[in-house]
Structure formats: C-alpha cells, structure tokens
C-alpha cells in the first residue's frame, strides 16, 4: 500500500511513523507512506496556505490552490475514477465534519492501493476541497482538534496493521474490540473462544495467577474451552453495555446473550 500525507507540519510524523507496526510495516514493504508539505506547492514568498473566509468569520481558512496542485503532482486517477471503484484510491480530508471514523472504514481503506489523507487546520478548508477533490471527509470522534495530523498518525496506525503480514499474529487482529462489526476475519477464523463479534474485547489476564491478592478468574485456569469462551462473552457484553452501549444495537445477540444483558440492565436499574 502506498500512503500520502498532506500538511503543513510535516516534521510532526518523524515520531508516530517511525516505530513499532507503522516503521515494521515499511521496512518489510508492505507500506510506503511520503508526507507533502504544503507549503511546498505555493508560490509566494510567504509561502501562504491560508486566508480569510468570503462573508467573514472567526479564524483562517486553508486555500484551495496548494491542495489542488499538491495532489494533481500525485499523479492520481480522477476523483471520479475513484468514485466509480475503478482505481483502488482514496483522497480523505480530516475534518471534524467528517464520517466518524470506525474498523470497517480502516478495513476498508486496508483493501486499497493507495490513500491520501489531507489534514485539515486553522478553521476549516475551502469547501472546494470537499466538493471536488476529497472523496470523502473522515474524523476520528466527536471533538475539535487544532488540525487533521493526530487523526492521519491514528488513521494510519489503524490501517497498516491489517496489512497482511504487518501484526506477526494475524488472527490477533480478528480478536479485538469492533471486529467482526467490521467484517474483517481471519483465513481460519477467529478462535471460538476469541472473537469479540463487534463487542468490546474482553478482559485479558497474564501470569502471575495471584498478584497482591488479586486473582486471575478461576473460568480462565480450568482449561475447559467451552467455559472459556462463555466467560469471555460474558465479560465482553458486560463491558459493551458499561462503556458503550450503542454498539449492542449492531450486534446480533443469542438467547442465552440476551438473557444475560436483561439481567445486567435490571441489576443496575
């Protein structure tokens, strides 16, 4: 996969870039990720990226012009080629404005050739980013940051490790929080006593079985598989319905998960 990132801060990625599965990944080839300073595409002497709003307003705007020409110097396909899905890229403008982005969306950009995620600043971009060049605008929660850089490093970070071959353990990947919402599965599948299946992970325990009086779940230390994975359920429909009870609207639940989340609703009412 090839990644571009377009700002005007371009040394902020010297550190989120370069360790753990974002640098394995580039060095093993499996990403090559450039970042563009913008600034790099003006031509005045100020090197001006920003400008008042038309009608008036708080705050600066970023320009058009060193957005367009930072991106048609990319050699991409057209916006709608890519529309279409006849050119496996995406152009992503960080926005608060945006989609909110999710696993499936990671998933999703994971399958692509290429993406470039153009970060936002000051108050905003000329709509005409929006409009005719991004095709689509993505943010990473439902607050401001002062600009879109902290959003690409997450991006990133979240898409590179679904790269085939960048997690050493793939199936860890088919295990966690949001997964299977995304549709993402691993070629053997996710072990049964795994899979979150769109909830919350579950809660993970390591040695020693006994540290300062605070002991690891007997379910967990009886090697029964079964018993295992009902525990792991169990916890993971309980943490979901504490911390985010939204997603259990998304999930398909048994008899037996429904049951047991009426029992948790009524014992906290």
Not at 217 to 223: R, V
Not at 228 to 249: C, M, S, V, Y
Request: proline content about 4%; overall charge negative.
């Amino acid at each position: 996969m090839k990644a571009d990132i377009v700002t005007i801060f371009p040394d902020f990625f010297r550190g989120p870039l370069d360790y753990g599965i974002t640098r394995r990944a580039q060095e093993m080839g499996l990403a090559e990720i450039r970042v563009h300073d913008l600034r790099e595409f003006t031509h005045d002497r100020h090197r001006t990226v920003d400008d008042r709003p038309f009608g008036g307003g708080e705050g600066m705007v970023l320009k058009p012009e060193p957005l367009f020409e930072c991106l048609d110097a990319m050699g991409l396909a057209s916006r709608g080629e890519r529309l279409a899905g006849n050119a496996k890229q995406s152009v992503i403008l960080l926005s608060a404005q945006g989609q909110r982005f999710t696993q499936k969306v990671a998933a999703e950009l994971a399958s692509l050739e290429r993406i470039i995620l153009v970060c936002g600043r000051y108050e905003g971009v000329d709509e005409r980013v929006a409009d005719f060049l991004a095709d689509r605008e993505l943010s990473i929660g439902d607050y401001v940051l002062s600009g879109g850089e902290i959003a690409a490093a997450a991006i990133m970070e979240a898409v590179v490790r679904l790269l085939p071959g960048a997690v050493g353990n793939e199936a860890s990947t088919q295990q966690e929080s949001f997964t299977l919402d995304a549709g993402v599965k691993s070629p053997g599948g996710a072990d049964s006593t795994c899979g979150s299946n769109g909830l919350l992970d579950y809660p993970h325990y390591t040695r020693p079985a006994d540290f300062r009086g605070m002991k690891v779940p007997g379910a967990l230390l009886a090697g029964n598989h079964e018993e295992i994975r009902r525990w792991r359920r169990q916890r993971a429909l309980e943490k979901t319905l504490r911390n985010r009870p939204d997603l259990l609207e998304g999930v398909a639940l048994s008899e037996e998960d429904g049951k047991f989340v009426a029992a948790l609703r009524t014992a906290k009412s």
